[in-house]
């Protein structure tokens, strides 16, 4: 079983279509709204991949 939900953009950066995604399927499966996110940005600041945890412990 996944221990995260992570998301990486299709060409390089994240759209804000794949962010909402992200967000959607976090929530759908009760991810709480004050749960940390990690994410890995390019060198101009873009985001490249967001992932959290699905479980508290694994913050």
Known sequence: MPTSIR????AKDLTLA???AFVENARKVGVPD??????ELSTSG???VLEIA???EDD
């Open 18 to 20: 794949e962010l909402a």
């Open 34 to 39: 004050d749960r940390p996110l990690r994410a």
């Open 46 to 48: 873009k985001i490249k």
């Open 7 to 10: 998301a990486t953009g299709e």
């Open 54 to 56: 699905l479980d508290e």
